[in-house]
């Protein structure tokens, strides 16, 4: 890599940490990034500094075991994740590791974010698994993303966080705000009692699509779920997407099932049970800010038990 291009790429780094920490994806020193520089190294952020903080110079140059080759700093506590992904991506060349809130609550819930239902998260993610627990800064952790990585550009990190990865930093960073962004809406439609899920036929069509975006083709989905439980490694991705013949969007009421039932649960704050069921008589909700954070507290206190 030439050193112009090795620059721009510190800049890029410097400016995804900047956006992670001011959009909260990140706190303190949360968080990492890296890229590819070479086949014989890898830029990466430092341990121990702010992601919002950051300056071209603090980045640390790695090779591939991990070794530091230059720099003031050492790398990052996380690298051994970084390399894993690179060892299993030779696509790859930037992946993106932070703790953004509300994909983190789905990721600490053990509730993957694979229900087919935005659009626009289907063509460029598809499915958002959760990988198992490992303990950070330890073999563990690459292990459990090892697992998914090769079908998967977005990860859950079980009690963790998330991780993203692409072809170039920014383009990792904004698959991490797609990650969030649909933690966000997902959550709300669970809060509002359902789901309607984009039909398998119609993800089948949104993916047919991705070349006409000039995004990578995703991993297939799976045609047997059941059969990947004692996988090492899987190659393909699970999407909840009901077979629906003719029909695009497939109701689903289940969805109270994952989480508690917002308008009769007795552990509400009396205002909040209330307000919901009138809500339920005039098909209008009307709340205010502090019955939403209740609710909302609630509804984060059930999934947790």
């Known amino acids: 890599m030439s050193t112009r291009l090795e620059e721009q ?52 140059i790695v090779d591939y075991e991990g070794q530091k080759l230059s720099g003031d700093r050492d790398a990052s506590s996380e690298l051994p994740m970084h390399l ?20 983190t609550g789905f990721a600490v819930a ?8 935005l659009a626009e998260v ?24 090892r697992k998914y990585i090769k079908a998967h550009d977005g990860l859950l990190l079980a009690n963790h966080g998330a991780v993203t990865c692409c072809r170039t930093v920014m383009t990792a960073y904004y ?16 809060l509002l009692g359902r789901e309607h ?5 119609e993800v089948e069509r949104l993916q ?51 989480l508690p039932d917002v308008a009769t649960s007795s552990r509400l704050v009396p205002d909040v049970a209330t307000t919901l069921r009138q809500a339920s008589r005039d098909g209008e909700i009307r709340l205010t800010y502090g019955e939403l954070t209740a609710l909302i507290a609630d509804a984060v206190k059930n999934l947790r038990e």
Do not use: W
């Open 9 to 60: 790429t510190r800049a890029e780094i410097v400016e995804a940490g900047r956006r992670m920490y001011a959009r909260g994806y990140v706190a303190s020193n949360d968080g990492n990034i890296s890229a590819r520089l070479d086949e014989s190294r890898i830029l990466t952020t430092p341990k121990s500094v702010s992601k919002g903080f950051m300056t071209p110079d603090m980045m640390v």
């Open 84 to 103: 894993e992904i690179y060892r299993n991506r030779p696509d790859v060349n930037a992946v993106v590791h932070a703790h953004p809130p509300l994909a």
């Open 110 to 117: 053990g509730i993957p974010l694979t229900r087919a239902v």
């Open 122 to 145: 289907v063509t460029t993610l598809g499915s958002i698994p959760i990988a198992e627990y490992g303990t950070p800064s330890t073999a563990e952790l690459p292990a459990a993303v």
């Open 175 to 190: 698959k991490m705000e797609t990650i969030e962004h649909f933690a966000k809406i997902s959550l709300v439609a669970r």
């Open 197 to 201: 899920l984009i039909s398998r036929e």
């Open 208 to 258: 047919g699509l991705r070349g006409m975006y000039g995004i990578a083709a995703p991993a297939p989905l799976c045609a047997d779920p059941s059969e990947l439980a004692a996988t090492d490694q899987i190659l393909c991705q699970v999407l909840e997407a009901p077979e629906a013949g003719s029909a695009r969007l497939v109701p689903d009421d289940a969805t109270s099932s994952r």
